[in-house]
Every structure is written in C-alpha cells, then in structure tokens.
C-alpha cells in the first residue's frame, strides 16, 4: 500500500499526522504487521474520560477566508490562493461547514490521540481518495483501515463525524457530538487549545518535575567559579514551576483572524485548581478605583493602565521573591573584589532601601498605575504615575541618590522641592544633551528634563517638552474616577504604530520605514496593538488585538526587505 504525501495528499496526510503523533506517546505495536482485513488483538481494557488536550482548526469555509484576508492585507494575496487551491483538494468528502479537532484523553496513563473530521460519509470520502491511497478494508464492526506510513489507522463514521485512531477501541471515547467537546474552540478560532492539567496523572506531572530538576542541576555543575547565588536563585524559580505544574487546572490558547474587526486576536485564559496555594494567589483580585483613569481618554501612542487588589498569598510570594533578590545581589556582591567595602555597602543601601520601598507598597494590598505616551515628528512626550506607600519616602530615597551619584563627572543635576501643585511637590532631574547627539537635541532640547512628582501615597512623572502639562491633568483628575469597575480589565495596554514610525522617520528618515508609514496610513486609525487582562474564577484570562494597519505594517516590511534583497542580488551580478 502506498505512503501518504503531506503536500500531494492533504487529507491522508492529516490521518498520518494523527498517528504520528500516537506513535511518539507509545510504542508501535508487533501486531501492526498483521493482516489487516482481521481484527486487531484484544487490547487492554479503556476507560472512557474526558481529554485532557483538545486542538481545534477552524472550518475550511472559514479558514479560506481569514486567510485570504490576512495574506491581501500584507501584500501577500499569492499565499492566500495557494492555500485555497490546497484545501480545494482536501475539501473532498468533507463538511467545509464544521471545524476539525484532534482529542488527546489519557488511556492507561498515556496520552492517545484522536482525529475528528466533518464528514457524513466516510466511506464515500475514501473510495474518491482511492486513487491516492488505494482501497480501505472494512472490518465486521463498520470501521475501515488504511495505512500510514509503518502503522495502521483505523477510521468509523460516529455520527456526521469521521472519527480516526492508531487502534479502534480508541474511537469509542468519542461523544456522538464531538462538538460538545470542542465548544468555544473551533467554533471561535482559526487555531484552539484547551489543556485540562489536572487530568493529567500526578506521576506524569511530577516526573515532568524531576526532569526540570536534573536538568538544573546538570546546567548549575557546569557553571565554573560560585555560582550558588545562582543556583539559590534557579531552585526557588523551579519550586514555583513545581507549583505551577502541580496547582494548574486549565489552559487555554486561541488565534483569531476577524476581517469584519479588521484584527487577528490572540486569546488566552488560565485558572488554578480549586484550593490550592495557587488559586489563593488569584482569589480576591478585582479592579479597584484608580486615580489614574485619565490615561484612558482620548486617543494618545501610548497608554498603560491597571489598578487592581492583590491577595494575601500573593503578597507573601512576592516578599519572598524580593527577600531572595536582595540575597542573591549581596552574594554577588561580595564576589566582586575589584569593589571596596564602602561602594558595596553603598549599593547594598540604595537597593535595600528600594526593595523596601516596593514591599511596602505591595503590603497594602493593591496596585495602581497609569501611563500616556504621546508621539509625532520630532515630538515624544511622557507622562504617569503610580500609587506607593509613602511618597516621601520615595522622595528621600532619591535624595540620598543624587547624593552618591554627585561625585560622579557629569551626572545628572536634581532640584528638589521646586514647587507644589495640588499637593504634589515638584523635583526635576536635568540632563545635559552633548552636541553630538543631533537626533536627540532635536527632540529634547539641549537638556533632558525629568520632572518627579511626591504625594503622601503617589508618584509622578513627566519626560519630554510639555509633558508637565498631561501630569498635571493626571494629578487634577486623581478622584475622579466614575467608572464602571465591573467592566474595567484588572490591566490594559494600547500602542498606536503610525505615530512611532512617524517619530523615527522625523529622527532619522529612512526609505524603508517611509514606504511602511505610507502603508499604514492607508488604514486611518487601525494601526494598534492593544492588551487587556481581566479576572476569571480562580485565574485571569488575556486578549492582545492586532489591527489591520500593524498587519500592513509587517507586510511592507518584509517587501521592503525582499526588494533590499533584489537590489543587492542585481548590483552583484547574481541571478534568481
């Protein structure tokens, strides 16, 4: 019987990726080279479960036409039709309506794959392929076989599904309605993943551990000189992947091409097991008021915004993190002999000091921060601010700074103290621009100035000319937040492209960066990444939008460094 070829037979090259797959979990077994028209030996008894992996690809009809879509946008229209002409030839037999899944349960503690496809009749879906693959045998309970590559694959029609695994007890885990299954996957995404954790068996679980382990201490006897401050480090990030590995309860992944939203999506969702350590991390997280909501308005570069409360649990993992990094820089500290004594205790006191600072903010409880970026020809301006447990002492801690770095030729110039503004005091840190520096007197001025703003629990910021001007409107606007808690993300991030790529080319103009602003300006205001995380029980879930103009953005690029190419290749003589 013949090999499938993964280009020349899309569909059978699919059944051979299934058992690919089942023979890289388990070992091919001795009676494959049997007859095939018999039925295969009794195998061990199979418990019906749940997957514990489920893979979605989303229906033809759909896949057809998000990539046509995304290949037009990025100039590359040739990639979406030669798609099209490849699923042409899998579509025969197939529902082009319905999404394809592959389902992996665990079956006598391994894992075993199990292929879905839309069809009504499988039968007919295999006599039009029998050019390619020759006849399938049927066996007395109605299940064909064919060969893939050095094993067997066995397909029965379940329900309007077609349903094919590396040995046929496999087929009966599979619902009569596969779909319920894959509910919010393929009916969602081009491309979905749900991995349920805990279904996996603690043993797999942990020997994934011990293996991550060995692994570190294999990495760490390499390491020459004393590298135990390392190694302290390493062991409590792998005690958090032992936790993570252990505590996890669900994972979820999918990409979305939306040509009617003119974005690809990108969706994520994880939540800890119910009780554990991890969940407790998670438990009580919500959005609080902020005092920084102003960076929400209007339509800036940039913006940052999260405000949020943080469990107990998560504060004590986080002090405990901060504890270990302090550790690990004194050691590495007092393997540094080329310091003195009175600059390491010198750095010691200033990170200290910091650390402290930051362990103090995480004790109350929360989190609060905004950020707004504003950005154009030969214009950058930055403005912020964050909620901290005591703003003098963030002023003192950078008192005591400038004082250490003043015995330095050249160092920055700080005024404290300048002014105050609706209870704010003003302090600024000024930077000399060397002359040199063209690009960044254009657009800083001959001096760079840092404007630092001290409330009793708040921290402001400013950089760039005129940006005390959007600081100010933060601090005016810091209880004024009206808005709807239940419908704002714990965390959310937005840049805009043109207004970047208009900051380089006014920087330092560049043909290739002018010929992707002209691409991206096409698409008006569609040119922005944004990323939002919102609270789910039990964990957080994540959406990062790609818009249409960044995607055109990408596109130009790599024409533009195709032609770089070509020119390049027609300069030296060479020859395509």
Same mark, same amino acid.
């Given at each position: 019987m013949q090999r499938f070829g993964f280009f020349r037979r899309p569909l059978l090259a699919t059944f051979a990726a299934f058992c690919a797959v089942g023979v890289t979990f388990l070992p091919v077994r001795t009676g494959l080279a049997q007859d095939k028209t018999q039925p295969a030996p009794a195998e061990a008894a199979v418990a019906s479960t749940d997957p514990v992996l489920v893979l979605t690809v989303a229906s033809l009809n759909k896949l057809m036409q998000d990539?046509?879509?995304?290949?037009?946008?990025?100039?590359?229209? @040739?990639?979406?039709?030669?798609?099209?002409? $490849?699923?042409?030839?899998?579509?025969?037999?197939?529902?082009?309506?319905?999404?394809?899944?592959?389902?992996?349960?665990?079956?006598?503690?391994?894992?075993?794959?199990?292929?879905?496809?839309?069809?009504?009749?499988?039968?007919?879906? /295999?006599?039009? %392929?029998? +050019? @390619?693959? +020759?006849?399938?045998?049927?066996?007395?309970?109605?299940?064909?076989?064919?060969?893939?590559?050095?094993?067997?694959?066995?397909?029965? @029609?379940?329900?309007?599904?077609?349903?094919?695994?590396?040995?046929?007890?496999?087929?009966?885990?599979?619902?009569?309605?596969? $779909?319920? /299954? $894959?509910?919010?996957?393929?009916?969602?995404?081009?491309?979905?993943?749900? %991995?349920?954790i805990q279904e996996i068996p603690l043993g797999l679980r942990e020997m994934l551990v011990d293996q991550l382990s060995q692994g570190f201490e294999q990495a760490m006897a390499r390491q020459t000189g004393d590298s135990d401050q390392m190694a302290e480090l390493s062991k409590a990030q792998l005690e958090q992947l032992n936790m993570l590995i252990r505590e996890a309860d669900k994972f979820m992944f999918g990409i979305n091409i939306n040509p009617n939203k003119r974005v690809m999506s990108i969706d994520t969702e994880f939540t800890a097991a119910p009780g554990t350590s991890l969940a407790e991390m998670y438990a009580g997280q919500s959005p609080i008021p902020s005092k920084f909501t102003a960076v929400l308005k209007g339509d800036p570069a940039m913006r940052y915004h999260a405000a949020g409360s943080v469990s107990p649990k998560l504060i004590e993992s986080s002090t405990s993190s901060i504890d270990m990094v302090m550790s690990t820089v004194q050691k590495a500290l007092d393997d540094q002999e080329q310091l003195g004594d009175d600059v390491k205790a010198e750095i010691e006191e200033m990170l200290g000091g910091l650390l402290d600072l930051v362990t103090k903010t995480m004790a109350e409880g929360k989190y609060d921060v905004g950020m707004i970026g504003m950005a154009g020809d030969n214009m950058l301006k930055l403005a912020g601010g964050m909620f901290v447990h005591d703003g003098d002492e963030v002023a003192a801690w950078v008192k005591k700074l400038d004082a250490k770095l003043s015995q330095i030729p050249d160092a920055p110039k700080f005024n404290f103290d300048e002014s105050t503004y609706n209870g704010v005091t003003m302090h600024s840190v000024v930077i000399d621009i060397p002359a040199r520096a063209e690009e960044s007197r254009r657009l800083l001025g001959e001096k760079a100035v840092i404007t630092l703003g001290t409330a009793p629990q708040a921290v402001y910021f400013a950089f760039g000319q005129g940006s005390v001007t959007a600081m100010k409107a933060l601090i005016d606007s810091a209880d004024a937040d009206t808005g709807d808690l239940a419908a704002r993300p714990l965390g959310q991030m937005r840049i805009k492209l043109l207004p970047l790529l208009r900051l380089a080319q006014s920087m330092k103009p560049n043909d290739s960066v002018a010929a992707v602003i002209d691409a991206v300006a096409v698409g008006g205001e569609n040119d922005y990444i944004s990323v939002l995380a919102n609270v789910i029980e039990n964990g957080q879930s994540s959406n990062i939008e790609i818009a249409e103009g960044v995607l055109k953005a990408i596109g130009a690029a790599v024409r533009e460094v195709q032609n770089a190419q070509m020119r390049e290749m027609q300069r030296g003589g060479g020859q395509f």
């Open positions: 990539i046509n879509y995304i290949s037009g946008v990025m100039g590359q229209p @040739q990639a979406g039709g030669m798609f099209t002409m $490849m699923a042409g030839s899998f579509t025969q037999g197939l529902d082009t309506s319905r999404p394809i899944g592959v389902l992996v349960p665990m079956v006598d503690g391994s894992p075993e794959p199990i292929g879905v496809l839309p069809t009504d009749d499988v039968e007919l879906m /295999l006599k039009r %392929l029998e +050019g @390619q693959t +020759g006849p399938a045998d049927k066996l007395d309970d109605g299940t064909f076989v064919v060969a893939a590559g050095p094993a067997l694959v066995y397909i029965r @029609q379940v329900g309007p599904w077609a349903v094919i695994a590396r040995n046929r007890e496999l087929i009966d885990l599979v619902p009569a309605d596969p $779909m319920s /299954l $894959m509910a919010g996957l393929g009916d969602n995404y081009d491309i979905g993943m749900r %991995l349920s």
